[in-house]
């Protein structure tokens, strides 16, 4: 059975950092590209990031580019994201997704191109 479990949300003030991490079990990890997800209270859920299976693609929303990272550690079955100068519009729970076909600019911001999710972590930002 496939299992993805996000880990590291939590409270932060505006301009800070957190670090959030996703575990995979019960798929070929390294087969599979990585998204992460958010979805704010009233609001869809909207793509945040995306790396290929091999870790040599990255793609970024416009709202969080040149701030958030996303990585992956084949090894440990885990993809992490850095999230850094936090704003009062990114607050939500985030939800990391695995998808077993390939990913290119017009396809990883779809949630439809994501095969598996993650439960959420909440992330919260004070001021």
């Known amino acids: 059975q496939v299992q993805l479990v996000e880990s590291g949300g939590g409270l932060v003030q505006a301009g800070g950092s957190l670090r959030l991490s996703c575990a995979a079990s019960?798929?070929?990890?390294?087969?599979?590209?990585m998204g992460w997800f958010r979805q704010a209270p009233g609001k869809e859920r909207d793509s945040v990031a995306a790396i290929t299976w091999a870790g040599g693609s990255t793609y970024y929303a416009d709202s969080v580019k040149g701030r958030f990272l996303i990585s992956r550690d084949n090894a440990k079955n885990t993809v992490y994201l850095q999230m850094n100068s936090l704003k009062p519009e990114d607050p939500a729970v985030y939800y990391c997704a695995a998808g077993r076909g390939p990913l290119s600019l017009s396809l990883w911001h779809r949630a439809g191109s994501y095969n598996y999710w993650g439960q959420g972590t909440q992330v919260t930002v004070s001021s």
């Open positions: 019960g798929l070929g990890f390294s087969s599979y590209a």
